[in-house]
Protein backbone atom coordinates (compact mmCIF):
# COMPACT_ATOMS: atom_id res chain seq x y z
CA UNK A 1 0.00 0.00 0.00
CA UNK A 2 0.96 3.54 -0.90
CA UNK A 3 1.67 5.86 2.17
CA UNK A 4 0.37 8.95 2.21
CA UNK A 5 3.79 10.64 2.39
CA UNK A 6 5.00 9.20 -1.23
CA UNK A 7 1.61 10.15 -2.05
CA UNK A 8 2.16 13.77 -1.12
CA UNK A 9 5.61 14.15 -2.62
CA UNK A 10 4.37 12.67 -6.13
CA UNK A 11 1.11 14.94 -6.05
CA UNK A 12 3.48 18.35 -5.57
CA UNK A 13 4.62 17.67 -9.26
CA UNK A 14 1.56 19.11 -9.85
CA UNK A 15 2.14 22.74 -8.79
CA UNK A 16 5.23 22.97 -11.01
CA UNK A 17 3.78 21.02 -13.96
CA UNK A 18 0.58 23.25 -13.47
CA UNK A 19 1.89 26.89 -13.31
CA UNK A 20 4.35 25.90 -16.49
CA UNK A 21 1.22 24.18 -18.72
CA UNK A 22 -0.39 27.66 -17.71
CA UNK A 23 2.54 29.79 -18.47
CA UNK A 24 2.87 27.49 -22.04
CA UNK A 25 -1.63 28.34 -22.73
CA UNK A 26 -0.76 31.80 -22.22
CA UNK A 27 2.33 31.90 -24.83
CA UNK A 28 4.57 33.05 -21.66
CA UNK A 29 6.96 29.91 -21.29
CA UNK A 30 10.10 30.79 -22.59
CA UNK A 31 12.46 28.14 -23.38
CA UNK A 32 14.36 28.05 -19.89
CA UNK A 33 10.69 27.39 -18.54
CA UNK A 34 10.00 24.99 -21.69
CA UNK A 35 13.24 23.12 -20.80
CA UNK A 36 12.36 22.71 -17.02
CA UNK A 37 8.87 21.57 -17.86
CA UNK A 38 9.56 18.83 -19.70
CA UNK A 39 12.34 17.41 -17.39
CA UNK A 40 9.45 17.68 -14.26
CA UNK A 41 6.72 16.19 -16.40
CA UNK A 42 9.45 12.83 -17.01
CA UNK A 43 10.06 12.81 -13.73
CA UNK A 44 6.51 13.06 -12.67
CA UNK A 45 6.22 9.35 -15.00
CA UNK A 46 9.19 8.45 -13.28
CA UNK A 47 7.54 8.40 -9.96
CA UNK A 48 4.34 7.84 -10.87
CA UNK A 49 5.72 3.92 -12.77
CA UNK A 50 8.13 3.47 -9.83
CA UNK A 51 5.27 3.87 -6.99
CA UNK A 52 3.27 1.48 -8.68
CA UNK A 53 5.83 -1.27 -10.20
CA UNK A 54 7.11 -1.26 -6.39
CA UNK A 55 2.65 -0.85 -4.73
CA UNK A 56 2.95 -4.44 -6.54
CA UNK A 57 6.32 -5.78 -5.80
CA UNK A 58 8.32 -5.06 -9.24
CA UNK A 59 12.05 -4.26 -9.28
CA UNK A 60 12.10 -0.88 -9.93
CA UNK A 61 15.54 0.72 -9.42
CA UNK A 62 16.21 0.17 -13.26
CA UNK A 63 13.62 3.45 -13.68
CA UNK A 64 16.47 5.50 -11.84
CA UNK A 65 19.17 4.70 -13.88
CA UNK A 66 17.00 5.59 -16.93
CA UNK A 67 16.23 8.94 -14.76
CA UNK A 68 20.28 9.79 -14.37
CA UNK A 69 20.76 10.06 -18.05
CA UNK A 70 17.76 12.20 -18.33
CA UNK A 71 19.57 14.46 -15.78
CA UNK A 72 22.75 14.18 -17.97
CA UNK A 73 20.72 15.59 -20.94
CA UNK A 74 18.39 18.20 -19.27
CA UNK A 75 21.62 20.20 -17.52
CA UNK A 76 24.06 20.17 -21.13
CA UNK A 77 20.88 21.49 -22.65
CA UNK A 78 19.43 23.96 -19.78
CA UNK A 79 22.58 25.85 -19.13
CA UNK A 80 24.47 25.29 -22.77
CA UNK A 81 23.75 28.76 -24.08
CA UNK A 82 24.13 30.76 -20.55
CA UNK A 83 28.27 30.52 -21.08
CA UNK A 84 29.75 33.62 -22.86
CA UNK A 85 33.38 31.80 -23.78
CA UNK A 86 33.50 29.08 -26.53
CA UNK A 87 36.00 27.51 -25.14
CA UNK A 88 33.53 26.70 -22.04
CA UNK A 89 31.10 25.46 -23.89
CA UNK A 90 33.57 23.13 -25.47
CA UNK A 91 34.30 22.16 -21.44
CA UNK A 92 30.64 21.64 -21.24
CA UNK A 93 30.33 19.04 -23.64
CA UNK A 94 33.77 16.91 -23.00
CA UNK A 95 32.31 16.75 -19.80
CA UNK A 96 28.95 15.88 -20.88
CA UNK A 97 30.46 13.37 -23.09
CA UNK A 98 32.62 11.77 -20.36
CA UNK A 99 29.95 11.76 -18.19
CA UNK A 100 27.89 10.08 -20.72
CA UNK A 101 30.25 7.40 -21.43
CA UNK A 102 31.34 6.95 -18.08
CA UNK A 103 27.81 5.55 -17.17
CA UNK A 104 26.65 3.64 -20.65
CA UNK A 105 30.28 1.67 -19.28
CA UNK A 106 29.19 1.32 -15.70
CA UNK A 107 25.62 0.08 -16.50
CA UNK A 108 26.88 -2.59 -19.28
CA UNK A 109 28.36 -4.50 -16.40
CA UNK A 110 25.96 -3.96 -13.62
CA UNK A 111 22.69 -5.55 -12.70
CA UNK A 112 20.15 -3.11 -13.81
CA UNK A 113 18.30 -4.94 -10.85
CA UNK A 114 20.10 -3.15 -8.37
CA UNK A 115 20.49 0.46 -7.27
CA UNK A 116 23.23 2.23 -9.60
CA UNK A 117 25.08 3.60 -6.46
CA UNK A 118 28.32 4.20 -9.19
CA UNK A 119 26.16 5.79 -11.71
CA UNK A 120 24.21 8.46 -8.93
CA UNK A 121 28.47 9.35 -8.20
CA UNK A 122 29.93 10.05 -11.74
CA UNK A 123 26.16 12.47 -12.52
CA UNK A 124 26.94 13.94 -8.96
CA UNK A 125 30.48 15.14 -9.98
CA UNK A 126 28.82 16.11 -13.47
CA UNK A 127 25.79 17.99 -12.32
CA UNK A 128 28.21 19.61 -9.49
CA UNK A 129 30.60 20.78 -12.13
CA UNK A 130 28.30 22.10 -14.23
CA UNK A 131 26.56 24.19 -12.08
CA UNK A 132 29.24 25.85 -10.02
CA UNK A 133 30.82 26.43 -13.36
CA UNK A 134 27.19 28.75 -14.17
CA UNK A 135 27.62 29.91 -10.80
CA UNK A 136 30.97 31.59 -11.57
CA UNK A 137 30.45 32.83 -15.38
CA UNK A 138 27.55 34.16 -13.83
CA UNK A 139 29.45 36.10 -10.87
CA UNK A 140 32.11 36.85 -12.97
CA UNK A 141 30.14 38.36 -16.08
CA UNK A 142 27.98 40.32 -13.24
CA UNK A 143 25.13 39.80 -15.76
CA UNK A 144 22.42 39.02 -13.27
CA UNK A 145 21.88 41.91 -10.48
CA UNK A 146 19.58 39.67 -8.35
CA UNK A 147 20.37 36.00 -8.62
CA UNK A 148 17.06 34.42 -6.65
CA UNK A 149 15.47 36.28 -9.41
CA UNK A 150 17.40 34.28 -12.73
CA UNK A 151 15.69 31.21 -13.68
CA UNK A 152 19.10 29.91 -14.48
CA UNK A 153 20.54 30.29 -10.68
CA UNK A 154 17.34 28.65 -9.21
CA UNK A 155 17.29 25.92 -10.82
CA UNK A 156 20.62 24.95 -10.75
CA UNK A 157 21.02 26.14 -7.07
CA UNK A 158 17.88 23.65 -6.62
CA UNK A 159 19.41 20.93 -8.50
CA UNK A 160 22.67 20.92 -6.80
CA UNK A 161 21.28 20.80 -3.43
CA UNK A 162 18.95 18.17 -4.28
CA UNK A 163 21.79 16.19 -5.76
CA UNK A 164 23.94 16.60 -2.61
CA UNK A 165 20.82 15.86 -0.06
CA UNK A 166 20.62 12.85 -1.78
CA UNK A 167 23.96 11.88 -2.23
CA UNK A 168 24.90 9.87 1.17
CA UNK A 169 21.53 8.22 0.41
CA UNK A 170 21.43 6.98 -2.81
CA UNK A 171 25.80 5.66 -2.91
CA UNK A 172 24.64 3.79 0.76
CA UNK A 173 21.11 2.46 -0.57
CA UNK A 174 22.08 -0.89 -0.95
CA UNK A 175 23.15 -1.15 2.29
CA UNK A 176 20.53 0.75 3.70
CA UNK A 177 18.24 -1.93 2.44
CA UNK A 178 20.26 -4.79 3.61
CA UNK A 179 19.48 -3.13 7.29
CA UNK A 180 23.41 -2.44 7.46
CA UNK A 181 23.03 0.63 8.94
CA UNK A 182 19.68 -0.76 11.15
CA UNK A 183 16.48 -0.74 10.35
CA UNK A 184 15.25 2.70 11.32
CA UNK A 185 18.27 4.69 9.52
CA UNK A 186 16.23 4.35 6.30
CA UNK A 187 12.91 5.00 7.45
CA UNK A 188 14.07 8.28 8.51
CA UNK A 189 16.17 8.79 5.10
CA UNK A 190 13.60 7.56 3.22
CA UNK A 191 11.32 10.19 4.46
CA UNK A 192 13.41 12.79 4.63
CA UNK A 193 13.92 12.71 0.80
CA UNK A 194 10.53 12.72 0.10
CA UNK A 195 9.92 15.75 1.98
CA UNK A 196 12.85 17.61 0.20
CA UNK A 197 11.18 16.23 -3.14
CA UNK A 198 7.79 18.83 -1.95
CA UNK A 199 10.42 21.77 -0.99
CA UNK A 200 12.28 21.32 -4.21
CA UNK A 201 9.31 21.10 -6.15
CA UNK A 202 7.72 24.34 -4.61
CA UNK A 203 10.94 25.70 -5.80
CA UNK A 204 11.25 24.41 -9.04
CA UNK A 205 7.51 26.24 -9.04
CA UNK A 206 9.00 29.76 -8.04
CA UNK A 207 11.86 29.20 -10.69
CA UNK A 208 8.68 28.44 -13.42
CA UNK A 209 7.03 31.94 -12.09
CA UNK A 210 9.98 34.33 -12.25
CA UNK A 211 10.91 32.50 -15.66
CA UNK A 212 7.85 33.83 -17.62
CA UNK A 213 7.54 36.15 -20.59
CA UNK A 214 5.86 39.74 -19.91
CA UNK A 215 2.54 39.81 -21.54
CA UNK A 216 1.97 40.67 -24.85
Not at 22 to 38: C, D, E, N, S
Amino acid sequence: MIGWEYLLAISSYIFPIGIGLALLFQKRLPFAGGMLLIYLSFTFCIEITSTILANNSINNLWLYRIYLYVELIFLVFFFFNQFSKRINKIVLLIVFALAMILTIFTNLFDDWQTHASLQTGIVFGYVAFIIISYFIEMFRTEKVFNPFKDVYFVVGAVTLLAHSGTLIYDVLYNHLVSGYFGSGIRSVLNGVNLGLIVFYNILFSYALWISRLPRI
